[in-house]
């Protein structure tokens, strides 16, 4: 007998809640909202490892997961590029100018926070290039790639003070979590690995995302 019930509905609903909390956090129509979007989980997907990939888009909806594998190569990944192309390809992948990167970038980070699970993104900060971070926060890249310093830029939000504190709490135990896994000792570790001053860098980042630290301390 025929089924009335659209069994792709509910995707699709959740899909375009999603479209519609980011293009509410850019202020812009649907359609810029998803190029934004599918700029920032395309450009993120290919600067972080297989692992960190399928956690991040284990967290999207159906449809949504889709277009973030679009076009993926697992053996591709991590791309190791700079501030500069990624601006580059993001603008492309956005259809903005290079100048709009950081405000679109952050306001769609912080849509993406909202929606993901607790301590997400501060997972996926965790595992990327410092260089990085800046541009998805909301801070605009100097024109000369060689220089450290950001300009940042305001992006509105209304914060729960409940939600803080558990991201805060979630935080810092990611952070404490990667820690103890870099001061263990492993058999296979060769001398001369730094394990522990890369765990130190992540963790300093889980708590760079929630601004637990300052950000004066800068990767050497």
């Known amino acids: 007998m025929p089924h009335?019930?659209?069994?792709f509905a509910p995707a699709v609903q959740t899909a375009h809640d999603w479209l519609r909390a980011v293009a509410d956090s850019l202020d812009s129509d649907p359609a810029f909202a998803y190029r934004a979007l599918r700029a920032w989980l395309h450009t993120v997907r290919d600067r972080i490892n297989v692992s960190s990939s399928a956690h991040l888009a284990a967290q999207l909806p159906e449809l949504l997961r889709g277009a973030y594998y679009e076009g993926w190569v697992?053996?591709?990944?991590p791309v190791r590029h700079g501030t500069a192309e990624f601006v580059t390809h993001f603008a492309r992948a956005a259809g903005i100018d290079r100048d709009e990167v950081g405000l679109v970038a952050g306001a769609v980070t912080i849509a993406l926070a909202d929606?993901?699970?607790?301590?997400q993104m501060n997972r996926i900060f965790a595992v990327l290039p410092m260089h990085l971070y800046g541009v998805l926060c909301g801070?605009?890249?100097?024109?000369?790639?060689?220089?450290?310093?950001?300009?940042?830029?305001?992006?509105a939000r209304e914060v729960d003070?409940?939600?803080?504190?558990?991201?805060?709490?979630?935080?810092?135990?990611d952070?404490?979590?990667?820690?103890?896994?870099?001061?263990?000792?492993?058999?296979?570790?060769?001398?001369g690995d730094d394990r522990s001053n890369l765990a130190a860098q992540q963790a300093h980042r889980i708590l760079l995302a929630e601004g637990l630290v300052g950000?004066?301390?800068?990767e050497r």
């Open 74 to 77: 697992p053996s591709h990944v």
């Open 175 to 191: 952070a404490v979590a990667v820690l103890a896994r870099g001061l263990e000792r492993l058999p296979a570790d060769k001398p």
């Open 161 to 173: 003070p409940v939600a803080n504190l558990e991201n805060r709490i979630q935080a810092l135990g």
């Open 4 to 7: 009335h019930d659209d069994p």
């Open 115 to 119: 929606l993901f699970s607790p301590g």
């Open 139 to 155: 801070a605009q890249p100097p024109a000369d790639e060689s220089l450290t310093e950001w300009q940042p830029v305001t992006v």
């Open 215 to 218: 950000a004066e301390v800068r």
